[in-house]
């Protein structure tokens, strides 16, 4: 089994910026935490970041991974191209944010991906991704028909 977790722009700078949104822990040490989490079930993992929008497109488009776990940060909100790129590698796919975006600005409230998603875990801090992590496993071990219910 393994994970893609897909970071958009700005998300490298989490740890240093808008402490009290993203919290303390930064980009590095959530990325420790992550891989520790992903061994810790055996589950491979790749971590990518970008802040540029078509070097997002080309990781999606070259990945082996079984699922990909997305914090597209602004994308999230503006990229159809990205929302191209996931639909057409055909891999399930759960949205993450570290804040929870529906108590943000208006523009936040809109995803170009939740539709797309098989879930979405919003607000829990770096936990987020933690989260994530175990509905991924449960979702691709299947069972009801890949739900997590």
């Known amino acids: 089994m393994k994970f893609l977790f897909l970071n958009g722009p700005n998300i490298n700078l989490v740890g240093k910026r808008e402490k009290s949104i993203y919290g303390e822990k930064t980009y590095l040490e959530i990325c ?35 699922l990909i776990i997305a914090n597209l940060g602004a994308y999230t909100h503006t990229s159809i191209a990205i929302r191209d790129a996931l639909l057409s ?12 975006i529906f108590s943000r600005e208006e523009f936040r409230h ?34 009801d028909n890949g739900k997590c219910i």
């Not at 990518?48 to 997002?56: K, R, V």
């Not at 949205?95 to 929870?100: A, G, L, Q, T």
Request: aromatic fraction near 12%.
């Open 89 to 100: 590698v055909e891999k399930p796919v759960i949205e993450v944010h570290i804040s929870n």
């Open 32 to 66: 420790k935490e992550i891989y520790k989490e992903c061994q810790k079930n055996k589950i491979e993992c790749e971590i990518f970041q970008s802040n540029h929008e078509g070097e997002i497109i080309d990781k999606i488009q070259k990945t082996d991974a079984d």
């Open 110 to 143: 809109k995803s170009f991906i939740s539709d797309i998603s098989i879930g979405i875990i919003s607000g829990f801090g770096y936990y987020s991704y933690i989260l994530a992590i175990y509905a991924g496993k449960k979702f691709l071990e299947g069972g």
